[in-house]
């Protein structure tokens, strides 16, 4: 028996285990990783077959750390219990002789099958070889996820080792030879046409899966000869169908044809009368532009004795006009000497004016001072007059004293209100401020308490819908019920209602308690204060009554956070079902809602009844003192609060009360929490932990899961915050209503003061103007003499000005007659010169108008000349438009009768030979000699063909084409159908020769398959058959295996289907089939794992025999057969092999191992049993 040695892994990443052999018989050990020595000899109990494992080394693998299995040649039984490691086996025959890593259906990708914490791992397969052994070696990198491999120890390909492999006939991907235990189901599942492939490729002869293949590709390409034949067949007909069709067409075509031709050669011979016509009327034109070139000639000869002439006249003018010139410039300079004498007149006149002005402003301030002298005066007298009549004044400076001191009183007292009334303003704009910031404190408070409703209604619209209609009906149950627990609406209770409102009311000013509101908001929750208030109230004098407060549209159903940030260990500890649950506290009650929302209103919501015996108050099983020390710092079920009910089926359905929350601290002794607490469910700052005890082995098992982020639970509503905000605003209010009171009288104050400063003011400037009014009379009279007397020295002497004047202006007057006498000498001199000039322009006019008058003839003339150059132009561009023409017309002919540019025409085609422009000698051919030759009967000629042409219609220019292609295509088509024809023959000549020698192998292997199969079932009191099924005997590709079995007399045999069967039913027809081609098997070994699960044990144990009988034969293949656990008292066979596989907390290192002592100890344990 081999054994194993395997290292698995607890949660605690410090733990490990070792699995031991705990069977006598063992012989091969487990070989370490450090270990050099090679193994033991291997048992032999019978050959081996070509190709069977005679080893299964694995190293860092799965859950191994090291391991070396030694399976025998026939039955090996591997046994072990659940999670020990016996698939992991499986997995490293199939990884080890280059199987697909997604065959297993454990995972994609190679790397994934490395132990945990590992960076390589490696598989070891010896298979058997009568010339020697084969060594396949697999090592994983886990980091690249590649895999490097050898053979006998040799660095090789992995396409070589499936070479290899395929040569002994392995097919790991076969299910008929591996079934490893995730395809254990999908083996019913395989097709009839599947499961025959899978038959062939595992027993049949080698060359039967490729005689089939070649079967199904010779049928294949025989059904498209066979289209491509009937295909050509039916196009060929069509074809030949069509050419009788458009036979007489071709006929009409070629009638039509000739009228055709006899247009062209019309339309050939147009253009060469068109050319000759041209050409004469060329030879016209040439000759006029000669005669106008001979007259423009002379007309030029006669101009140039006229053009000398103004040449010579041109010259004398300019001469003329340059002495001209030089006449201006002398008249330009003198010019501007009189304007230079001119103006220093002008500026000597300007001075005798500026002085004469100047005397005169000293006249005028004279007299001007003469008048104010007088008028000073007469003020001074007046004011002399004023003052003697003027009144004694009694002494006014004490009551002004005394006006002045009430004024400064008075604006000390209005400052002070001022300032106050300021405060007052300062102190509402606060006010008004803070009242804003605790109405927008409510209102988000209120609007934190909708949020919850609007998810709901967003994510699950029929709780929604049934919310309100609950809240509507409440009336209709008995008992209290709760809104969905995610609903997180928490409101206070009835009496908070009732005291709110009238405690408002009484401590307003008109009623008798003052800061009334402050002490029932702060006691409201106690149930005595109502009668409290009545008894206050009364004994004030006033009178008051309660009556019935509706009842808040949303009661207390909800959970409410006491932290929103705990609100995730909550949502990930309730399922969302749960979370939007309703609560009831009768059953009756629950059958009415439900009756009505789910069947009639068809909404899907869920519902709950709360416990009858509360676990609300349940006490958890360890004091969370005891816990602090791991991190914990509480249960889940404070970290809310909840109705009694709600909360009593919480702790009763998801024991909330015994499920704590740790911190950071929790997470990084995870450890230590598990083995010393022994808690099942724990929560972590970011994980939940959940711990389980393995059955099988009593072994811790955890797993943790990352924690998803709140959704519901997060808003919290702090009812106490609220209270106190309101409160605080009632007092903001109470304080604004003061703040004004205090500003209206203020105001009223400032007013009164301000009416008295005004009188006083008023009064005080009255007694200032009695006093002053003396004072002001003496003082303006003393201003007065003084400047009086000013004015009086301030004289001036108008004669001696007067005379200075006159001095000054008989001096410039003498310069002024000097300039005048210089002026008119100038003046003289500019009038000569304006002579001498005029007699130039004159004699310069005489000899322009000589000259316009030559300059008139010469423009006649060449008006001549131009208009005789015009005709000779136009004359020209005439010949070369009809040279052009003739060219064209000369290329179009020669194009029409396909003739060159150079090329000469035959003698025996023409009739004449005209002479062409250019010098070119060409000639229209001969044939047109009997064709008309002008124009209009040519047209006249066309005109009648083209309309015998145009009754031939309907014809298609491409008919005869067309009629010709198809006529080579038929021929084509024929000799290409021929071909097909005899390649068809031959394809089915190939088809019959494969067929036999593949159909009559296969029907015989199926009924030996079919003959085992069905004694298999005889054997067990059941009945079942195989048989090669088709639907058509040509269709090679549908062939398949059919299974049918019954289990039971009074049934008729029915098809091995995934549905029709139960799974115990299959996996006995399955390890029968797969029994039945043991036998008959050519591949070297086959691997069965857990297929014994859904037996029962009768079925179990019969096939257990069977399975034993069949693979412990001489001469059969290896066979390793998988369970988790046996029956007892099963029968076993010499030849067959059990491998256990063990693990335990206990377990010792590979090398203090020592099988033989094991033996001998269990040998004294037997013997000495009988004498106890």
Request: positive net charge.
């Amino acid at each position: 028996m081999a054994t194993s040695n395997r290292k698995t892994s607890t949660p605690t990443p410090l733990a490990s285990k070792r699995a031991h052999p705990r069977d006598p018989s063992a012989e091969v050990p487990s070989k370490s990783s450090k270990s050099s020595a090679p193994p033991l000899p291997l048992p032999s109990s019978g050959p081996f077959v070509e190709g069977s494992i005679v080893r299964i080394a694995m190293e860092n693998f799965l859950t191994y750390d090291i391991c070396e299995v030694c399976p025998g040649p026939h039955l090996n039984m591997i046994i072990g219990a659940n999670g020990t490691g016996k698939s992991s086996i499986v997995c490293a025959i199939c990884l080890g002789l280059a199987g697909k890593p997604a065959f297993m259906g454990r995972a994609d990708k190679v790397g994934f099958f490395v132990k945990r914490g590992c960076s390589k791992g490696m598989v070891e397969i010896e298979l058997f070889r009568t010339s020697g052994n084969l060594i396949i070696t697999r090592e994983i990198d886990v980091a690249k996820n590649q895999s490097f491999w050898y053979i006998n120890k040799k660095s090789t390909t992995q396409k070589t080792v499936e070479e290899k492999v395929a040569a002994l006939n392995i097919q790991v991907g076969n299910l008929c030879q591996f079934l490893p235990q995730d395809k254990v189901g999908e083996f019913a599942k395989l097709s009839k046409i599947e499961l025959l492939e899978a038959t062939e490729k595992s027993i049949g002869p080698p060359e039967m899966h490729r005689y089939h293949c070649e079967l199904k590709n010779f049928r294949e390409k025989e059904k498209q000869l066979e289209t491509s034949c009937k295909e050509k067949t039916e196009y060929l007909e069509k074809m030949i169908q069509r050419n009788e069709r458009y036979k007489q067409d071709v006929e009409r075509f070629y009638e039509r044809k000739r009228h055709l031709d006899l247009i062209e050669m019309l339309e050939a011979k147009r253009p060469w009368v068109e050319y000759e016509n041209v050409r004469q009327e060329y030879e016209e034109v040439k000759l006029a532009r000669d005669r106008v070139k001979d007259e423009v000639r002379r007309l030029k000869d006669g101009q140039i004795p006229m053009t000398s002439r103004i040449q010579e006249i041109e010259n004398q003018r300019h001469t003329l006009e340059a002495r001209i010139k030089a006449k201006a410039t002398d008249i330009k300079e003198t010019s501007q000497k009189c304007k230079q004498k001119q103006d220093v007149i002008e500026k000597k006149d300007k001075h005798i004016e500026e002085l004469q002005q100047a005397l005169t402003v000293k006249q005028n301030e004279e007299h001007d001072r003469q008048r104010r002298i007088s008028n000073t005066r007469k003020m001074i007298e007046d004011l002399q007059n004023e003052l003697r009549t003027t009144e004694n004044c009694v002494n006014l400076q004490p009551q002004i004293d005394a006006i002045t001191n009430d004024l400064r009183r008075i604006q000390d007292e209005k400052a002070l209100c001022e300032s106050e009334i300021i405060d007052k303003h300062k102190e509402r704009e606060t006010l008004e401020k803070e009242k804003k910031s605790v109405n927008d404190q409510i209102t988000q408070f209120d609007n934190l308490m909708n949020q919850k409703e609007d998810k709901l209604r967003q994510r699950y619209r029929d709780t929604y819908d049934a919310v309100l209609w609950l809240r509507n009906n409440r009336d209709r149950f008995k008992q209290r019920v709760y809104e969905p627990i995610m609903l997180m609406i928490i409101l206070e209770c009835y009496i908070y209602f009732l005291c709110l409102p009238v405690s408002y009311y009484c401590d307003c000013e008109d009623v008798a308690l003052e800061n009334f509101t402050k002490h029932v908001l702060h006691q409201f929750y106690e149930k005595e204060h109502a009668m409290k208030l009545i008894k206050l109230q009364n004994q004030q004098g006033g009178q008051i009554f309660l009556q019935d407060v509706r009842k808040p549209d949303q009661e207390c159903s909800g959970i409410n956070m006491k932290d929103h940030k705990n609100a995730k260990y909550i949502e990930n500890h309730i399922p969302p079902n749960d979370l939007r649950a309703f609560v009831f506290e009768s059953q009756e009650d629950m059958e009415v809602f439900l009756k009505e929302v789910r069947d009639n209103k068809k909404l899907r919501v869920n519902a709950v009844i709360a416990p009858r015996s509360s676990y609300a108050d349940r006490a958890p099983s360890r004091p969370l003192s005891e816990l602090k020390q791991y991190g914990f710092f509480s249960y889940l079920r404070e970290l809310f609060d909840a109705p009694a009910p709600v909360m009593s089926y919480l702790c009763s359905q998801y024991h909330i009360h015994e499920v704590p929350v740790g911190t950071e601290r929790t997470r990084e002794r995870i450890e230590r929490v598990i083995q010393e607490t022994r808690l099942r469910q724990m929560y972590t700052a970011e994980e939940k932990y959940v711990v389980k005890t393995s059955f099988y082995s009593n072994k811790v098992i955890s797993s943790n899961t990352s924690l998803k982020g709140a959704q519901f639970l997060t808003v919290t509503v702090d009812l106490e915050q609220r209270r106190l905000l309101e409160e605080h605003l009632k007092e903001i209010h109470r304080k604004l209503q003061a703040v004004e009171s205090a500003l209206i009288a203020l105001r009223e104050t400032n007013k009164h003061l301000e009416h008295r400063d005004n009188e006083l003011r008023q009064k005080k400037k009255e007694l200032l103007e009695r006093k002053t009014k003396k004072r002001q009379l003496e003082q303006k009279i003393s201003s007065k003499l003084g400047s009086l007397k000013l004015m009086e020295q301030d004289t001036c002497n108008l004669e001696e000005e007067e005379r200075k004047a006159s001095t000054k202006i008989k001096e410039i007057n003498i310069q002024k007659a000097k300039l005048v006498t210089e002026l008119t000498n100038l003046i003289k001199i500019c009038t000569s010169l304006h002579i001498q000039k005029v007699d130039l322009i004159l004699q310069n006019t005489t000899v322009i108008s000589e000259k316009n008058k030559l300059e008139s003839d010469y423009m006649a003339a060449s008006s001549q000349l131009r208009l005789k150059e015009q005709h000779f132009i136009e004359l020209d561009e005439n010949r070369q438009r009809l040279l052009q023409k003739c060219k064209e017309l000369m290329r179009r002919a020669r194009q029409v009768c396909n003739l060159g540019a150079e090329q000469t025409i035959p003698q025996e085609y023409q009739t004449q030979v005209p002479t062409i422009p250019n010098g070119h000698n060409s000639s229209p051919p001969m044939a047109f000699q009997d064709l008309p030759n002008t124009l209009d009967e040519i047209d006249a000629l066309l005109t009648e063909e083209r309309s015998r042409a145009s009754c031939f219609t309907g014809l298609n220019p491409t008919v005869v084409a067309e009629y010709t292609k198809r006529e080579e295509e038929i021929e084509q088509l024929t000799e290409e159908l021929k071909i097909k024809k005899v390649e068809l023959d031959k394809y089915r000549e190939s088809i019959s020769q494969v067929k036999e020698r593949w159909l009559n192998p296969l029907k015989e292997l199926v009924e030996k398959i079919n003959e085992k199969f069905s004694n298999f079932f005889s054997s067990m009191q059941c009945a079942g058959e195989v048989d090669l099924h088709t639907e058509n005997e040509e269709d090679y590709d549908k062939y398949g295996i059919r299974i049918r079995v019954k289990f039971r007399s009074s049934t008729q045999l029915h098809e091995l289907t995934p549905h029709h069967q139960s799974g115990g039913e299959r996996s006995v027809s399955t390890m029968l089939y797969l029994m039945a081609l043991q036998e008959l098997n050519r591949c070297p070994f086959r691997v069965v794992d857990e297929i014994n699960q859904g037996m029962d044990p009768i079925n179990e144990r019969r096939v257990f025999e069977m399975v034993v009988n069949t693979a412990c034969k001489e001469n059969t293949s290896q066979y390793f057969f998988i369970t988790p656990k046996l029956l007892q008292n099963l029968p076993y066979s010499e030849k067959m092999t059990v491998l256990f596989v063990y693990n335990g907390p206990h377990m010792l290192e590979p090398n203090r191992w020592n099988l033989k002592a094991f033996q001998r100890r269990r040998r004294r344990i037997t013997f000495t049993q009988p004498s106890q």
